[in-house]
């Protein structure tokens, strides 16, 4: 494998690993503060229909995004409710939103643009472009930097660089400012959170609020940054991949840009090498692209036991009269 392959394969892992890196911060919020999600892969599939179809019909990726995040943001003011407000089975309400939304996302773009489930392909100011970084084109020729500047770190959609950057911002809000002690103290003892006079119910649904944006810039970059337009489920389990990969970060940001980016990794191999050849016996193709779920099922089985979550997580909170 030469240098220049090396860098493409890299380059595809952070493409890819971006909606996982979007979905993983945005469980990691919203389970800090006790409230367990596995609605992600039903929001960004919401997201991902909504911001492609309003960007088909009004040419504008902006307000696509938009849209997706709307689309997000009201399944995820229904697990709230469901969840927050009437107590109900945080694991119910998600796996609820999931079906909804792999059910309505096809029907309604069937009714809208009669292409079988699909929206219309997205081009020029409906899709998210590349974003050249300064000077990446003057130090291209440089040796070994200028490749890994042009081709790996430039290049990318707003989207992308948004994820990046929201891995230390998120770190910030949850170990350095008030609000991350309590989002954290709020997921491990909502009672001693409510004794000090600070409302559980109120920062519950503030980490659900900021899980849905970030599930719906997810779902808008799938349809409108990685393709170009919406297909059936086209999310493909990442979602649930995203959970995998929270519980092998152990709910840290750090970690949580690790677990996506090799997940990332084995989809970026199994999209790129098909039927290897290993001394005469060929690797199928289909257990290339099944490698990021064998991943997800084995830290699922060996990684559960170990990773903590946090301990209150799961349960409702009733205030003591």
Not at 91 to 96: D, Q, W
Not at 261 to 287: C, E, T
Not at 293 to 299: D, E, K, S
């Amino acid at each position: 494998m030469d240098f220049a392959t090396v860098l493409q394969v890299l380059d595809s892992t952070v493409r890819l690993a971006t909606p996982l890196l979007l979905a993983c911060l945005a469980g990691l919020f919203s389970e800090r503060s006790g409230i367990f999600d596995i609605g992600l892969e039903g929001k960004m599939l919401a997201a991902a229909f909504l911001s492609a179809a309003v960007a088909a019909v009004t040419g504008s990726v902006w307000w696509g995004l938009l849209a997706g995040i709307g689309a997000s943001m009201f399944l995820s003011v229904i697990h709230g409710l469901a969840s927050i407000t009437f107590r109900g089975n945080q694991l119910i309400s998600g796996v609820a939103i999931n079906f909804l939304a792999a059910g309505l996302t096809v029907v309604i773009a069937q009714d809208w643009f009669d292409q079988g489930g699909r929206t219309p392909s997205l081009g020029g100011d409906a899709r998210f472009g590349p974003i050249t970084l300064p000077l990446a084109d003057t130090l291209r020729d440089v040796p070994v930097f200028g490749p890994i500047y042009h081709d790996l770190i430039s290049g990318h959609t707003l989207l992308v660089y948004f994820a990046l950057a929201m891995v230390p911002l998120t770190w910030w809000l949850l170990y350095r400012t008030r609000f991350g002690l309590r989002l954290r103290a709020v997921g491990e003892n909502p009672a001693a959170v409510d004794t000090a006079g600070v409302s559980v119910i109120g920062l519950r649904f503030a980490a659900v609020a900021i899980c849905g944006v970030l599930c719906g810039i997810a779902g808008a970059y799938l349809a409108t940054a990685l393709q170009a337009g919406f297909v059936k489920d086209m999310t493909a389990g990442r979602g649930y991949i995203a959970l995998a990969a929270l519980i092998f970060a152990k709910w840290r940001p750090w970690y949580a840009l690790s677990a996506t980016l090799l997940f990332g990794f084995l989809q970026a191999v199994a999209l790129r090498y098909q039927n290897i050849d290993l001394g005469g016996f060929v690797v199928p193709v289909q257990f290339m692209d099944a490698l990021p779920y064998i991943l997800t099922v084995i830290i699922l089985a060996g990684f559960v036991g170990k990773a903590i979550p946090p301990r209150a997580g799961g349960e409702p909170y009733v205030k003591e009269r």
